[in-house]
Nanobody
Framework: QVQLVESGGGLVQAGGSLRLSCAASGRTFSRNSMAWFRQAPGQERQFVAAISWSGGITYYGDSVKGRFTISRDNAKNTVYLQMDSLKPEDTALYYC??????????????????WGQGTQVTVSS
């Protein structure tokens, strides 16, 4: 079984940056997509970014395109989310996810069935 542990969240002012990390352990799916989703209170979980197993394909949600960058290091079983030009509306609990059915840089939440516990990102105005 794969376990995912996120880190790097925190409190930052608008316009600032944070880098999230997601470390995978156990039976890792190095051939599968890895993705970041986020969920704000009272809202549905939202797709943020995804990356293919090779790192050669990435896909971003419209609200973060041009500001966030996803990357992965398969040797370290880790995926990263560099978040720049943060806005108060980016405030949410950020989750890392993967799944045996997720390929390419899939944005489809139903393909992800392994989730981390989340890391909180709070952006103050």
């Amino acid at each position: 079984q794969v376990q995912l542990v996120e880190s790097g969240g925190g409190l930052v002012q608008a316009g600032g940056s944070l880098r999230l990390s997601c470390a995978a352990s156990g039976r890792t799916f190095s051939r599968n997509s890895m993705a970041w989703f986020r969920q704000a209170p009272g809202q549905e979980r939202q797709f943020v970014a995804a990356i293919s197993w090779s790192g050669g394909i990435t896909y971003y949600g419209d609200s973060v395109k041009g500001r966030f960058t996803i990357s992965r290091d398969n040797a370290k079983n880790t995926v990263y989310l560099q978040m720049d030009s943060l806005k108060p509306e980016d405030t949410a609990l950020y989750y890392c996810a993967t799944g045996a059915r997720a390929f390419g840089a899939s944005p489809r939440i139903y393909e992800y069935d392994i989730w981390g516990q989340g890391t909180q990102v709070t952006v103050s105005s």
